[in-house]
């Protein structure tokens, strides 16, 4: 079992998405998970809604609820609005990459509550290159909250020296970092009940 960072969430706010829908919800779309009869849940849908106004555009019924960045100017309700209502289905974009572990059943567990299947987006391949840039560009952007964590005493002593192999790298992003924005972690649910059925740039579990 991998270490994972269980201190304080560091996610500030920033790491909110403007612009196109992420590229997992074509998949949602072109595979029958999202359907027109569907009742679809974008849960901490980011304080821009980019994906539900997407979704909406195709025509389908879709609604972005945010725990912390409801905003009104873009149709995104807070997390009260859906305390008596269930969905079909629900989904996150981005999410549980930018929380620790622990936050991450939290938001699991809710969203059991709250519809009958929930798919997930997390970054992937992007964030072990992104370190590797870093570490031989000598950029720490990446703030390091490495801090008693014996076992990645290796690790962190390769990548300080711009010699940490993907091994090394993977490791460290699974136990996740801060960053200027807020904190990332590569996030793995296999163990957790969840098929992943791609793993590119981002990740997308079913």
Same mark, same amino acid.
């Given at each position: 079992m991998?270490?994972t960072?269980a201190?304080?969430?560091?996610e ?8 196109n829908h ?6 949602f779309i @072109?595979?029958g998970?999202f359907t027109?009869?569907?009742k679809?849940l974008d849960?901490? %849908?980011g304080?821009y809604g980019r @994906?539900?106004?997407y979704?909406? #555009?195709?025509?389908?019924n %879709?609604?972005p609820?945010?725990k912390f960045n409801?905003n ?7 997390? #009260? /609005?859906i305390n008596?209502?269930y969905?079909d +289905?629900s /989904?996150?974009s981005?999410v549980l990459n930018v ?6 059943d939290?938001?699991?567990n809710k $969203?059991?509550?709250l519809?009958?299947k929930?798919?997930? =987006?997390?970054?992937?391949n992007?964030?072990?290159k992104?370190?590797?840039?870093s570490?031989?560009t000598?950029n720490?952007t990446?703030?390091w ?5 014996s076992?990645l005493?290796?690790e $962190?002593? $390769?990548?300080?020296?711009g010699?940490a192999?993907r091994?090394?790298l993977?490791k460290?992003?699974? /136990?996740?970092? %801060?960053? #200027?924005?807020?904190?990332?972690r590569? +996030? ?5 009940g969840f098929?992943l =059925?791609?793993?590119?740039?981002y990740?997308i579990?079913?």
């Open positions: 991998h270490k960072y201190g304080p969430p560091l500030n706010g920033k790491t909110s998405i403007f612009g992420s590229p997992g919800i074509d998949y @072109n595979n998970i027109k009869e569907s679809i849960y901490d %849908a304080k @994906n539900t106004k979704l909406k #555009t195709k025509g389908f %879709a609604t609820v945010d409801y009104n100017q873009f149709c995104v309700l807070p997390e #009260t /609005f008596r209502k969905f +289905v /989904f996150t981005y929380v620790p572990e622990y936050i991450e939290e938001i699991l $969203m059991e509550s519809s009958g929930q798919y997930h =987006i997390t970054r992937g992007d964030l072990i992104s370190l590797d840039v570490q031989h000598k720490f990446y703030r909250i490495l801090k008693n964590v076992d005493d290796y $962190m002593s $390769m990548f300080k020296k010699k192999s091994k090394c993977l460290l992003a699974r /136990f996740g970092f %801060a960053t #200027t924005r807020g904190f990332q590569l +996030v793995t649910l296999e163990d957790k098929k =059925i791609s793993f590119n740039n990740k579990y079913i």
